[in-house]
């Protein structure tokens, strides 16, 4: 116990000057109120103009059975952008290089954030890329940010190319059971690619709380 006009201990005054850095970590300079967490942003794969190069085509036949994805067509060369802020992974049947046999030169990246219907760890696959990526497994990007080029590569040996046209084939893999349409955990790109194209190409979302 201590009198009003005696200093108060050590422990109460470190511990006073702990909360109040505490919550004006939690303030902003300007209003006082708590600082709003960044809006996490989610955009269409390709540049704006190509947002009508893809049709519902999950299902489709293919020669290795239903096509798990979404076929987006452009120029080969064309930029192809992360959906959202991810970091890369390597893909578990693709080489150093990022080539598979059947998706030619690829990326693979894991979504950072909840992002609209997209939740952490999804994995997003871009298949028959021009070459192979620069970037390397563990890099983090941002959404928006260059992966690759569209190209029409696979379907054999590295370097190979497909007879069709070129396009960026776009694989969505989720952990979350009651999302999985395919036994390999994929989940129809279609939907998020046509909440994006009818948004201008891209949409936010804000996170709930000052600390999510």
Not at 15 to 21: K, Q
Not at 46 to 53: A, N, V
Not at 121 to 141: C, I, M, N, Q
Not at 150 to 157: A, H, Q, R
């Amino acid at each position: 116990m201590y009198s009003p006009k005696q200093k108060p201990p050590r422990r109460t005054l470190i511990l006073v000057l702990g909360l109040i850095l505490m919550l004006s970590a939690g303030c902003s300079a300007a209003g006082g109120g708590f600082l709003e967490p960044e809006p996490r942003k989610a955009v269409f794969p390709l540049p704006e103009q190509y947002t009508g190069g893809y049709t519902d085509d999950w299902g489709a036949t293919r020669p290795q059975g239903g096509h798990e994805g979404t076929d987006i067509f452009a120029p080969r060369g064309t930029p192809v952008r992360s959906i959202t802020a991810s970091t890369v992974v390597d893909g578990e049947e693709s080489s150093e290089a990022g080539w598979n046999t059947l998706g030619g030169y690829t990326v693979n990246v894991r979504a950072a954030n909840d992002v609209g219907p997209v939740e952490r760890g999804d994995l997003f696959y871009y298949a028959h890329l021009r070459r192979s990526t620069a970037l390397e497994p563990g890099d983090e990007v941002e959404a928006g940010d260059k992966l690759g080029e569209v190209g029409s590569t696979g379907g054999g040996p590295p370097g190979t190319r497909e007879a069709g046209p070129p396009h960026l084939h776009l694989g969505w893999y989720t952990a979350s059971e009651p999302d999985q349409q395919a036994e390999s955990g994929a989940r129809n790109p279609y939907p998020l690619l046509e909440r994006l194209r009818l948004n201008g190409g891209s949409f936010t979302v804000q996170p709930e709380g000052p600390f999510s």
